[in-house]
């Protein structure tokens, strides 16, 4: 077996008249989304990353790149499980994911056990393995202004 790890960034600017989806979740009490060319889910975008890292596979934007409207309002969810089942193919398996989303508002702890659950299925993990924490930027920069959000994500992957 041959252990490697891989980290993924993300970050988009708020948007009004779009959902926000965080983790494949949406999330009810946002007065506003993401901008994005898919649904612009920060966090499942990190994580994709970081797999495609840890695999040497590349990143999301060769794999699913904004200009190619195959992938206009794609549910990020699905792309993450195709990226599992890419990774998989090429003999790699994800052990676990340790990701965090940095926000000032809304509050998503309620949303954490939903989130993982999502990821997890996507990655055909038990949720067990899948990390997420939420932190804000104590009004700093881009994030701490409320322009947006970003996600960072850790991954571990195996050779099968």
């Known amino acids: 077996m041959s252990a490697r790890s891989g980290l993924g ?10 959902k926000l989806i965080l983790g494949g ?17 920060v966090l499942a975008h990190a994580i994709t990353d970081a797999v495609l890292g840890a695999t040497g596979l590349g990143d999301i934007g060769r794999h699913f790149p ?3 409207p195959r992938w206009k309002d794609a549910d990020s969810i699905a792309l993450l499980g195709e990226v599992a089942t890419l990774v998989e193919d090429d003999g790699w398996s994800v052990v676990n994911v340790d ?7 809304p509050k998503l702890g309620p949303y954490r056990e939903a989130m993982e659950s999502a990821l997890a299925g996507a990655l055909g993990l038990d949720s067990a393995t899948v990390n997420v ?3 804000t930027n104590e009004g700093m920069g881009f994030v701490g202004r409320g322009e947006g959000i970003a996600a960072l994500a850790t991954v571990s992957v195996d050779s099968a």
């Open 133 to 135: 924490k939420f932190t």
């Open 25 to 41: 979740v949406e999330i009810a009490e946002a007065e506003r989304g993401l901008t994005g060319h898919s649904d612009a889910d």
């Open 66 to 68: 904004d200009t190619d």
């Open 9 to 18: 960034y993300d970050s988009h600017r708020f948007a009004d008249g779009r």
């Open 99 to 105: 990701a965090t989303v940095i926000c000032e508002a």
